[in-house]
């Protein structure tokens, strides 16, 4: 069984920073993608960044030029750097590894609540 543990949610003001990570109990070349997602309040979970195995990133409009998506492989960990923060990126954020080698599974972890009080 794949697990994903996130951590580094928190309360910040506006134009604060956050680090999320997510560790792994399976290398993160394991998965074609890494990624972060997240769930506001009566919104859809959507996706945030996304990190290939071979290194390619994709963004959010919503969070470009403020979010950066990186992975520590020695670790098994993948992180989610996010600045400026504003209101609107208030939400619970997920990590997910996406079509695990092998089983060709997807894997979800609990979520960390981040919270951007104005």
């Known amino acids: 069984q794949v697990q994903l543990v996130e951590s580094g949610g928190g309360l910040v003001q506006a134009g604060g920073s956050l680090r999320l990570s997510c560790t792994a109990s399976i290398s993160v070349f394991s998965a074609d993608v890494m990624a972060w997602y997240r769930q506001a309040p009566g919104k859809q979970r959507e996706l945030v960044a996304g990190?290939?195995?071979?290194?390619?990133?994709n963004y959010a409009d919503a969070v470009k030029d403020r979010f950066t998506i990186s992975r520590d492989n020695a670790k098994n960990t993948v992180y989610l750097q996010m600045n400026s923060l504003k209101p609107e990126d208030t939400a619970v954020y997920y990590c997910?590894?996406?079509?695990?080698?092998?089983?060709?599974?997807?894997?979800w972890g609990q979520g960390t609540q981040v919270t951007v009080s104005s």
């Open positions: 997910k590894a996406d079509r695990v080698v092998i089983t060709r599974r997807s894997y």
């Open positions: 990190i290939t195995r071979g290194g390619s990133t």
